[in-house]
Each structure stands twice: as C-alpha cells, then as structure tokens.
C-alpha cells in the first residue's frame, strides 16, 4: 500500500511517497500534479478542503484545542465565496459580510492554494483526497513535540517522532534539491497520517458538516 503526503511549499508542494517504511520526497509544481500521482492509496494535504460558506469550521476549533500551545499554527479556513478574489481588502469585506469575522493575513496567503485545489478536486467529492494538518500527527506520534516546528529542538522532535515510523534520515538525504527540512518533516507527517487513514486507523475532528459541494468540513491525521 502507497500513499502520499502533500504540505505546500513556495508556490509548489513538497510530496512524501511512502509504502511500508520507505519513503521518497518529491517536489510538485502544482496541485493538480500532486492529484495525479500514481498508484496511492490516499493522499492527504495540509489544507483545507470542505469550506463554510458563513462561518467558523467546527474542526479548526477542534484541532486548535487539541494543539495546546500550537493553536495558532491553525488557521481559520476562509469562507468559500472569499475564493472569488486575489485582493486582501476585497477578502476581508466578503468574509465579514458572509460571516461577519474577517480574514488575517496569514490565512489570505492560503487562497490561491486552496482555489487551486477545490478546482483540482472537481466533483464528484472524493474520499481519496482528504485534509490533514501535520502538528496533529506529530502529537499523535510522540508527547515530546512540544516545540515550535523550524527550531532546533523542535525539529530534532519531529525527525525522532517520525523515526519510528519510516525511514525519515533516508528521504531527507535524498531530498531534492531546495526542499526545506520543515516541509520535508510536515509532508511525512501528512503520509504517515495517509496510512493510518488507509487502514481505518486515522482519526477525525468535525462536526460532520458537508459544504456546499459536498465535501466534510473535518481535519484528520
């Protein structure tokens, strides 16, 4: 069993391949070639998928709760009809008229990414393609990530959680060229969150909302 996967990198994506323990990074130009990668079981990204259309996601509560001390590395999905716009100001006005909360910065950054892969995703809704974010995973694989992720300790953190689980120091040596260390770990966390999903094993939070094109407002890992 395969799967991918996929943290956002710089415009591209950074993709962990892995199958048992062996894993493969790989840089991705675009969503829809990350979509497209053969033979996976399930792919999992950090990103949103289902999007409200008039208020807070149930699961962005959740996994910011369940991040004590890291809340803040989620952030607020944007409100579907905020996808409409490249214009920060044009975004903060439909997010307060949809939803009368606006859009931070931070969370703005994140639209083309996520416009570019609700039009990859297309319809039907698919089960294969499902949102993840990489600090719940890593939780789950050690009480000692307890550190910001980029820091020395955090990152020594991160590499031994995912040491028990794949052969993380074999990927990154053999990472292509650019790809940084944060993403790399992320994008493993996101494949190791792919296989317990694969084999039923993954969790989820939500409330088991489905937007308005048929997609799970949820985050799992």
């Given at each position: 069993?395969?799967v991918l996967g996929v943290d956002g990198?710089?415009?591209?994506?950074?993709?962990?391949?892995?199958?048992?323990?062996?894993?493969?990074?790989?840089?991705?130009?675009?969503?829809?070639?990350?979509?497209?990668?053969?033979?996976?079981?399930?792919?999992?990204?950090?990103?949103?998928?289902?999007?409200?259309?008039?208020?807070?996601?149930?699961?962005?509560?959740?996994?910011r709760r369940l991040l004590v001390g890291?809340?803040?590395?989620?952030?607020?999905?944007?409100?579907?009809?905020?996808?409409?716009?490249?214009?920060?100001?044009?975004?903060?006005?439909?997010?307060?008229?949809?939803?009368?909360?606006?859009?931070?910065?931070?969370?703005?950054?994140?639209?083309?990414?996520?416009?570019?892969?609700?039009?990859?995703?297309g319809d039907p809704p698919t089960d294969?393609?499902?949102?993840?974010?990489?600090?719940?995973?890593?939780?789950?694989?050690?009480?000692?990530?307890?550190?910001?992720?980029?820091?020395?300790?955090?990152?020594?953190?991160?590499?031994?959680?995912?040491?028990?689980?794949?052969?993380?120091?074999?990927?990154?040596?053999?990472?292509?060229?650019?790809?940084?260390?944060?993403?790399?770990?992320?994008?493993?966390?996101?494949?190791?969150?792919?296989?317990?999903?694969?084999?039923?094993?993954?969790?989820?939070?939500?409330?088991?909302?489905?937007?308005?094109?048929?997609?799970?407002?949820?985050?799992?890992?």
């Amino acid at each position: 069993m395969a799967v991918l996967g996929v943290d956002g990198w710089r415009g591209r994506w950074v993709g962990a391949l892995l199958e048992g323990r062996s894993v493969r990074l790989l840089v991705l130009e675009d969503v829809t070639a990350a979509l497209a990668v053969l033979d996976v079981d399930v792919i999992a990204i950090d990103m949103p998928i289902g999007l409200s259309d008039d208020g807070v996601r149930a699961c962005d509560v959740a996994a910011r709760r369940l991040l004590v001390g890291a809340g803040s590395s989620v952030f607020p999905a944007p409100v579907r009809s905020v996808l409409a716009t490249d214009d920060y100001a044009e975004a903060r006005r439909i997010a307060l008229a949809a939803s009368k909360r606006s859009i931070s910065a931070q969370a703005f950054q994140l639209v083309k990414a996520i416009r570019a892969l609700d039009d990859a995703l297309g319809d039907p809704p698919t089960d294969r393609v499902v949102e993840v974010h990489p600090e719940l995973a890593f939780r789950e694989l050690s009480k000692e990530v307890r550190d910001r992720k980029g820091s020395a300790r955090g990152t020594v953190q991160r590499l031994r959680a995912l040491r028990g689980v794949m052969d993380v120091e074999d990927a990154l040596l053999a990472a292509p060229a650019g790809v940084p260390v944060i993403d790399a770990l992320d994008a493993c966390a996101a494949a190791w969150s792919a296989a317990r999903l694969a084999r039923g094993e993954g969790r989820c939070v939500g409330d088991g909302a489905i937007d308005s094109r048929g997609r799970p407002m949820r985050i799992c890992w």
